[in-house]
């Protein structure tokens, strides 16, 4: 499996900031994905980072509020913007490296805290 | 839309004691997963059920897949300390995307 590390691993942030988290892989990737867990409840995935192009968002994710970049196949970004505290959870980035059985491995995670 | 069930959301068990965690999905899915995830902690990858009848098997734990049914469990058997965590299922959407269900869970007490 691939290995996943996330900057910064926390952060509290003020109302109406934008904080910008990095998830960087050791070896090429097919998919990248960004997932939000709110605190205690299940992930929702956010958006499928694309490689090269705009991200593909879920229903309920905008790019405004969540830029997200892709520049190569080991790096991605998103952007929380405008943050308010309903934006606090655990933002996880996720990767399939097309082993067979496309498991998706997670990040370790950025927990974000907004007051 | 896919949408995953699980249940109990919450299991509190016995060292030394069996139980299992089922998993329901709406619509028709070819793969399950399986992953665990301590607290504070990310998902760590359990199990992946590709097919109708697979059966997984990794310790005290075990897996399954009825896709006629929709169904995957998640056996436990003779519960240890250290299996406590919360468990998430999470089926197959398409286009490499997954939906998770709520998670369990599981506290395992002396």
């Known amino acids: 499996s691939a290995v996943i590390s996330q900057k910064p691993s926390r952060d509290i942030c003020q109302r109406g900031t934008s904080l910008t988290i990095q998830c960087q892989v050791d070896s090429q990737v097919t998919m990248m994905f960004w997932y939000r867990q709110q605190p205690g409840q299940s992930l929702t995935l956010i958006a499928t980072?694309?490689?090269?192009?705009?991200?593909?968002?879920e229903s309920g994710f905008v790019i405004d509020k969540f830029p997200i970049s892709r520049p190569n196949l080991t790096f991605s970004t998103l952007t929380v913007s405008n943050m308010s505290p309903e934006d606090s959870s655990i933002y996880l980035c996720?990767?399939?490296?097309?082993?067979?059985?496309?498991?998706?491995?997670f990040g370790p995670g950025t927990r974000l805290t907004v007051l | 839309e896919l949408k995953v069930e699980q249940n109990p959301l919450f299991l509190s068990m016995q060292e030394g004691k069996n139980y299992t965690i089922y998993c329901n999905y709406s619509?028709?899915?070819?793969?399950l997963y399986w992953y665990r995830q301590d607290p504070g902690k990310s998902l760590e990858s359990l199990f992946v059920?590709?097919?109708?009848?697979a059966v997984k098997q990794e310790g005290r734990l075990m897996a399954s897949l009825d896709t006629k049914a929709r169904l995957s469990t998640l056996h436990i058997t003779a519960a240890v300390h250290d299996l406590s965590a919360t468990y998430f299922c999470?089926?197959?959407?398409?286009?490499?995307?997954?939906?998770f269900g709520k998670g369990t869970k599981l506290s395992v007490i002396p």
């Open positions: 999470a089926a197959y959407a398409g286009s490499y995307q997954l939906t």
């Open positions: 996720s990767v399939i490296n097309r082993a067979g059985t496309d498991t998706q491995y």
């Open positions: 980072a694309n490689q090269g192009s705009e991200a593909t968002y």
């Open positions: 619509t028709t899915s070819d793969r």
């Open positions: 059920l590709l097919s109708n009848g």
